[in-house]
């Protein structure tokens, strides 16, 4: 690891500890109801959609109540999307006249599901599939909308350790409506003008058609980036304007703009953790927290980047020159940005997945076994190392209930929780989540990687490639493993990691897999669905039944759970139940590919 | 005809979440809630 990988690393960290405080303590004011700065500008704005929606803001939702709302909400939302990207060829805002034929009906669906999950997986090609309307009203609703719910259950799930004999965890719209105006709004508008001022493009023109220095001709795309840019990070969607995503110069134009997005994915995560230390009434609660995440963070980070920036041996044995210097970042530069270099991609890499964010500034699929472990890895805990917006808190929140059930049993003590005995119901609901994350990837991919459909028939059309709609041909490619781009381990990895990103609702793909096909967009949509919503509703149940209990005094007979020990054991806890459940599946992929590159190495 | 399939297939995921958060509240002992 270089010196200048470890200062970034540290101002990068001292920069997200610093927001940590002030943006936490403002999210509890504003979920508090309470009056803020921006109060006054905003209020009548917040008192006009409450009127225009008919919703009483004061009157709470006991958790089944919250838990429809929500999914009413969420399902509303996706059959707006569905549709408008089937009828995009009628809508406005399309200068390139893309129509339904560039979005069949599991492409639609795959891309309604994904973005209403806060997903962001793209197995479409933006520049090639949708709009500009599809762009801005369709998908971009969802980065505005999906984030806001995402946070509204995190703090729904919060109020349920921090009220008492409460048969309510608040008001989902009022918490919606509050998260969007005070929070996700203002934090757009100032990151959307400093991505402009960074040179990302903002304009309705078409694409640019130019003359190549070689003479031939180049369609340049262009659109309304900034605008979708800073609310992909902010809100942790990911999906990229262009197909490139954060690699491409528009979308992230320099090593300034590559540290403000890092930035802005963790920013509302790391926050959220302040915030439920205020709301429950004692500030290192949510520093426990926070602590865990970092120490898992800064692990994943530190082997990402080492093992990115060591190479591999066929390299050192083409005597290609893999040492950093003033001259190149060294390392695996395969795959990678030459602006960023080894270090503000693995960096980049280890953030994007610890959080369920999806951008990307470089394809994961090159990276050696080691380096695309910690990605993987990141996902498979359940992204809670800071996590999606809100989605990483009850993430972390689900592993701290097990864990003080689980120190508990070690040490004769009743669990508690923040004041709240943790009880038979609260355990099987947090099992239950965390089960449910791990039967949806384990099996999908299970499934992926033994299915053989025909290359001819009525089944065939299952698995095929609409190329047709690209200006390439129909491909049927039978067996759910013809779609990936390597065999052996590293094809394995590729529908692991894929089914890993869309049950943890990150977005992001490992490349190297054709997903863009009526089996992969209707079991990845699958498993976001089940990833997003079979997860939420027993956290809030569990919410829900911590609410009516009443808070215990601390006695000598609590354990602590605002100390650094409770942070350790968090950290264990989150590590073995990763590990028991996807070792398996690392040793299938990424562990033995580690070994095949060793031995082939020395042969 | 394929719009319909994946329309009934989002419609009926929404249905099992709901049997879900039913199931979950049942198993809490408070369907009343």
Known sequence: MTLPALLQLVVYFAIIVLITRPLGAYMARVFAGEQTFLSRALGPLERWTYRLLGVDPEQDMKWTTYCRAMLAFSLVGLMFTYGALRLQGVLPLNPQQLGARQMPPHLAFNTAVSFATNTNWQSYSPELTVSYFSNMVALAIHNWASAAVGIAVAIAIIRGFARSRSSTIGNFWADVVRCTLYVLLPLCLVGGVLFVALGVPQTFAPSLAVTTLEGGKQAIALGPVASQEVIKQLGTNGGGFFNANSAHPFENPSALSNFLTLIMIWSIPAAITHTFGKMVGNAKQGWAIFGSMAALAIAGILVCTAAEQAGTPHLARAHIDTAASALQPGGNMEGKEVRFGVAASALFAAVTTGASSGAVNSMHDSYTPLGGLVPLFNMLTGEVIFGGVGAGLYGMLMFAVLAVFIAGLMVGRTPEYVGKKIERFEVQMAMLATLVLAASVLGFTALSSTVDLPKQGLLAALNTWPGSAYGATDAALGAATSNLGNGGPHGFSEILYSYASGTGNNGSAFAGITANTPWYDTTLGLAMLIGRFLMIIPLLALAGALAKKSRVAVSSGTFPTDTPTFAALLVGVVVIVGALTYIPGLALGPIVEHYQMLALATH | ?33
């Not at chain 2, 719009?3 to 408070?30: E, M, P, R, W």
């Open chain 2, 1 to 33: 005809m394929s719009d319909l399939i994946f329309v009934s297939l989002s419609i009926s995921f929404f249905l099992v979440a709901l049997a879900y958060t039913h199931a979950c509240q049942k198993l809490g002992g408070n369907p009343d809630d």
